[in-house]
C-alpha cells in the first residue's frame, strides 16, 4: 500500500463517517444488499476487508447478529481506531495482501465463511494473487463479495477527477476474471443506489477529499475543480444521483 493511501485515509478518518453517512438510509440499504448477494447468516464467520471505520460493517452486525465477532481487517489504524467497542467486531490491523500470504493469521479462526471487499481492492497492488490467496481462506461453503465502483461513475465530481477516477479503477469485468481464476464461480451484478446530497455539504465533502481519488490533487488543483462544480451546479442546491456499484460474487465450488 503506498504511502499516499495511508496519509489519505489517515487524513480523513476521524470525518469519514460523517462524510458517509449524510443519509442513513444509504448505509442501510448498502448494507442490506451485502447481506442479500452474501446470504450471510449468524453460523457464517466472516471477515470485512478494508472495513475502514466500519461504518457498514456494524450496521451488518445489526442485522446479522453473528455468534462469532466480525473480523475487521483493516491496514489503516486510524480508521479502525473509529470502531465503535463492541463484542462483535474485532479488529484487526492488516492489509489484503497480509491475509492472502499468511503474514498475518486468522485470529481464532483458520477458515472464513464469507469476506467482503468493500471499496478496498482498488488499493491491493497484486490482485489476483491477493484474490486467490483470500480464496484460499474461505471455508466450504464459502463466499467472497466484492463491491466496487465502475470506471465511470455519476458523482458530481470535476472533470479531471472522473478522468483521473477511470485511469486508476480496475475494470470491474477484470475482477471478475481473476475471482475465476481464484477457483470460485464467479458472477456480477449491478446495484444501484438513489443519492441525494445538498450541493453546500457535497463542496465540504470535497473539500476534505472524501473519495481517495481527490488525494490525488494538489490544493490548488482542488480549489479550481471545486470552482468548475460549483458552476456547473450552480442552479442545483440539492444534488441527486445514481450510485452503480458493482457486486462481483465469488462461491466456492462444491465437491
Ligand atoms: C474507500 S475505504 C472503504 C472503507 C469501508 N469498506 C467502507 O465502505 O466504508 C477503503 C479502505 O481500504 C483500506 N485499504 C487500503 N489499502 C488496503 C489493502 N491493501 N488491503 C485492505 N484494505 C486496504 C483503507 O485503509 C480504507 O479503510
Not at 475487521?72 to 467497542?85: F, G, H
Not at 465511470?152 to 481464476?181: C, G, K, N, Y
Not at 442545483?236 to 465450488?253: E, N, Q, S
Request: net charge negative; aromatic share 8%.
Amino acid at each position: 500500500m503506498s504511502d499516499q493511501t495511508v496519509e489519505h485515509y489517515e487524513r480523513v478518518a476521524a470525518d469519514y463517517d460523517e462524510h458517509w453517512s449524510y443519509d442513513p438510509d444509504y448505509v442501510r440499504r448498502f448494507s442490506d444488499a451485502i447481506v442479500d448477494s452474501l446470504r450471510l447468516t449468524r453460523s457464517d464467520v466472516i471477515a470485512d476487508i478494508g472495513c475502514g471505520t466500519g461504518l457498514y460493517t456494524r450496521r451488518l452486525c445489526r442485522d446479522v447478529e453473528p455468534e462469532k465477532p466480525v473480523l475487521c481487517v483493516d491496514p489503516v489504524s486510524a480508521m479502525l481506531d473509529r470502531l465503535p467497542p463492541s463484542a462483535r467486531m474485532r479488529p484487526v490491523v492488516a492489509s489484503a495482501e497480509d491475509l492472502a500470504t499468511g503474514r498475518v493469521e486468522l485470529p481464532d479462526a483458520d477458515r472464513v465463511d464469507a469476506i467482503i471487499l468493500k471499496e478496498s481492492l482498488h488499493h491491493v497492488a497484486s490482485r489476483e494473487e491477493t484474490l486467490a490467496g483470500l480464496a484460499g481462506l474461505l471455508s466450504r461453503h464459502g463466499r467472497l463479495l466484492v463491491v466496487m465502483l465502475p470506471r465511470t461513475i455519476h458523482h458530481p465530481l470535476f472533470r479531471e477527477a472522473h478522468e483521473r477516477f477511470a485511469q486508476l479503477q480496475p475494470e470491474p469485468a477484470e475482477i471478475v476474471d481473476m475471482v475465476s481464476a481464484a477457483g470460485l464461480r464467479a458472477s456480477v451484478s449491478y446495484r444501484t443506489f438513489h443519492t441525494a446530497i445538498d450541493r453546500e455539504r457535497y463542496v465540504r465533502m470535497l473539500e476534505a477529499r472524501y473519495m481517495s481519488v481527490l488525494g490525488e490533487f494538489s490544493d490548488d488543483e482542488l480549489r479550481a475543480g471545486i470552482d468548475q462544480f460549483r458552476h456547473a451546479y450552480r442552479n442545483d442546491p440539492v444534488l441527486r444521483f445514481d450510485d452503480h456499484f458493482a457486486f462481483i460474487k465469488g462461491w466456492v465450488k462444491p465437491g
